[in-house]
């Protein structure tokens, strides 16, 4: 199969980024991902995706500095390949009840999300409003739209990030792109894996929590040809 074109894919060493890296090398994509620490872990995923047949890079990354995001977009780009997709899917909580929450806590969840958005969008971006083609999908969550007690920080990040997608598909509609956002509910992954399982899922209808293969599934729908026509939705999986 040729490929469709490079994916890149950001916190994908485990969970929903994994998921979603090796989905996409399924339906025919190259794979660039990015990972904070585990670097076997990564490199797992890129024996993943090559035994697809696809081509695939690791690349370190902090989301919380801007410096290091910045030189992951030069990376991207000095693979001189045509980006047909960007999930932004790296994360990081600092959880703590708002009236104790220090300065830091606060800065680092919002800079991280915030500014990560920013560092490594703005710069691919030019490319595909040249190609005229390109999909952005950035994982956000829930808590961005309803609120949680404790992660008042983690809500207003993922907030912002469901308004600059909003706001970003308006700008470069026009051009073919597309930009939307997936909100996951309660994913079985190892962020969640400390939380009382057994509480959260009392309130779900499945009796279950979601799993990193369904996430993934509607972010490979999004980076797809059949959503051509979707742009600036906050899409649930929950």
């Known amino acids: 199969m040729e490929s469709k074109g490079l994916a890149v894919v950001t916190g994908a060493s485990r969970g929903i980024g994994r998921a979603t890296a ?31 047949g696809r081509d695939a890079w690791a690349f ?22 045509p980006i047909a997709g960007l999930v932004h899917n790296a994360g990081m909580t600092r959880d703590g009840l708002f009236v104790s929450m220090k300065e830091k806590a606060w800065t680092e969840v ?22 005229r083609h390109g999909r952005i999908v950035t994982i956000v969550s829930f808590v961005g739209e309803k609120g949680n007690a404790g992660q008042v920080n983690y809500a207003a990040a993922k907030a912002g990030l469901i308004g600059a997608t909003k706001a970003l598909a308006l700008e470069v509609g ?27 899922v009392e309130r779900i209808p ?3 929590p979601g799993s990193a293969e369904e996430v ?3 972010v490979r729908f999004l ?16």
Do not use: C, W
């Not at 794979?31 to 890129?46: C, G």
């Not at 030019?126 to 190609?131: D, E, I, T, V």
């Not at 026009?174 to 959260?200: C, Q, W, Y």
């Open 110 to 131: 919002t800079q991280a999300h915030l500014n990560g958005f920013y560092a490594l969008t703005r710069p691919l971006l030019r490319g595909m409003l040249k190609a």
């Open 223 to 238: 980076i797809g040809d059949g959503a051509s026509y979707v742009t600036g939705q906050v899409i649930g999986v929950s």
């Open 174 to 200: 026009s051009r073919g792109l597309t930009v939307n956002a997936v909100s996951p509910g309660f994913i079985e992954t190892d962020m969640t894996a400390d939380l009382d399982h057994e509480k959260i």
């Open 22 to 52: 090796i989905g996409l090398a399924r339906d025919g994509y190259d794979i660039a991902l990015s990972y904070r620490a585990n670097r076997d872990k990564a490199q797992e995923v890129v024996d993943a995706v090559t035994e697809l």
């Open 206 to 208: 499945f009796g279950r």
């Open 216 to 218: 993934a599934s509607v």
């Open 60 to 81: 370190e990354m902090e989301l919380g500095s801007t410096g290091s995001v910045s030189a992951f977009a030069d990376a991207i780009l000095a693979l001189n390949r």
